[in-house]
């Protein structure tokens, strides 16, 4: 549906600042609710998919609309499997990234030369589309960990067919596999990349429909929304939390440094969200999961700093933990570095950002929205030799 504003029409229609609460489009994907009806993915609880699901499943449901039955699901990890290895350019560019180089920078110039090399790069089709999709999400992780471990000159490791995507990024990023606290880590990972997956029109998401609706192609979709993603008010949070956290130190620490950080008006990482003024429903899901890897692995001390924080946040300022804050307790836990916090978002939220470029081509309008025009009133040109 589309309704056509003419000039003096947009300067009567309320501007909101950072177009909060102002609908920029429809969408099937993703519901953002705060009431009963919660977050849902195509209709699906957030907390249901958490739980009985696997990334997999929910990727796939993002990018078809539908959850796989069983063949479809073999097919699924089957196609991903067979999309793992890097491009030989790929490779190349490894060789070329300076060790200092922030992993979300590396990944943006890799998404974007992924993209370069793509076989399908100019087929806009919705069948062309969701088979790049398929091979971005098995090219990521690999990307990251390739990128990751040779700045550290540690020896490379390749993913492996008998582990899930989730199994596999925890084995790429920190060698963990095999014994029980991997797996437990390993199930972890994979419910926090349920919950990154999706979230409407985040700031990365409507990045990505933005670039989508010039009909550009997907992967130039995808290095818009990594660009947006990497900024600390979005996707960047959750590696600002763990500093925090490594800042503060120990549960004894904690009131003092928050009520520290509130006076000097600091903004404290993990808390607020533009939409979920009530708390984060996917927060509730990883704060339980964050608390019981911290038994698992007899290391209290993280979840306890978290908890304080959380604590003093909600009392003094009414504001709740967003997905990044318990998520990065997680995160610590499974010894994840914490400059590839963001990066291991990206290879959830492509799932989301495709089928958002998918949707929006489906029914393309181009987004070009107005601006209200504060600069100076007209004036007249001097030539430069007449200029002061
Ligand atoms: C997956 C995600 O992307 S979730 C978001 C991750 N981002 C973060 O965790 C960064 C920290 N949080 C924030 O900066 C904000 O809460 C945002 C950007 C997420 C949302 O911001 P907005 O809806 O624009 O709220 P806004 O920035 O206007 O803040 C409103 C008030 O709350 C305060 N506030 C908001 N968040 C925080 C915070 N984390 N710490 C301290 N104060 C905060 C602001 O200072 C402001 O106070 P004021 O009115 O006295 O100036
Ligand atoms: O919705 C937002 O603005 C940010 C967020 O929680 C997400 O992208 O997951």
Request: hydrophobic share 40%; with cysteine.
């Amino acid at each position: 549906m589309t309704t056509q504003a003419t000039d003096d029409e947009t300067r009567t229609i309320p501007y909101r600042p950072g177009l909060e609460g102002v609908p920029a489009g429809e969408s099937a994907i993703c519901q953002v609710d705060e009431g009963d009806l919660g977050l849902r993915y195509r209709g699906y609880a957030i907390g249901d998919l958490a739980e009985q699901g696997t990334f997999e499943d929910t990727a796939y449901l993002l990018l078809y609309g539908e959850l796989p039955g069983k063949k479809e699901a073999a097919d699924f990890a089957e196609r991903l499997r067979a999309e793992w290895p890097l491009p030989p350019s790929a490779e190349a560019f490894l060789d070329l990234i300076p060790p200092a180089a922030h992993p979300m920078d590396v990944l943006r110039t890799g998404i974007s030369l992924l993209g370069m090399v793509d076989r399908e790069v100019e087929d806009g089709s919705r069948q062309a589309n969701l088979r790049k999709a398929i091979r971005l999400l098995a090219q990521t992780p690999e990307l990251i960990a390739a990128v990751y471990r040779r700045t550290r000159a540690l020896p490379r490791l390749h993913p492996r067919a008998d582990l899930s995507l989730a199994e596999n990024l925890l084995y790429l990023l920190t060698g963990r596999q095999g014994d029980a606290q991997a797996k437990a880590m390993a199930r972890v990972l994979d419910i926090s990349l349920i919950l990154y997956a999706e979230h409407e029109f985040n700031a990365s998401t409507f990045a990505a429909r933005v670039t989508a609706s010039t009909l550009t192609d997907l992967h130039a979709s995808v290095t818009s929304a990594i660009g947006t993603l990497k900024g600390p008010l979005h996707g960047g949070a959750n590696e600002a939390v763990a500093a925090m956290l490594l800042d503060v130190g120990s549960p004894a620490r904690a009131e003092r440094w928050v009520r520290t950080a509130l006076a000097e008006k600091r903004r404290v990482m993990g808390f607020g969200h533009r939409v979920l003024k009530k708390g984060d429903p996917r927060s509730l899901i990883i704060q339980r999961e964050a608390e019981r890897l911290g038994r698992l692995c007899e290391n209290q001390r993280w979840y306890d700093t978290a908890v304080i924080i959380d604590r003093i946040m909600q009392k003094e300022k009414h504001l709740y933990p967003n997905l990044d804050f318990y998520t990065a307790v997680a995160y610590l836990l499974m010894d994840i570095p914490r400059e590839l916090y963001t990066p291991v978002f990206v290879c959830s939220r492509l799932s989301g950002w495709c089928a958002h470029v998918i949707e929006q081509q489906d029914h393309n309008r181009l987004i070009r929205p107005r601006a209200l025009y504060t600069g100076p009133a007209p004036r007249t040109y001097v030539p430069l030799d007449r200029r002061g």
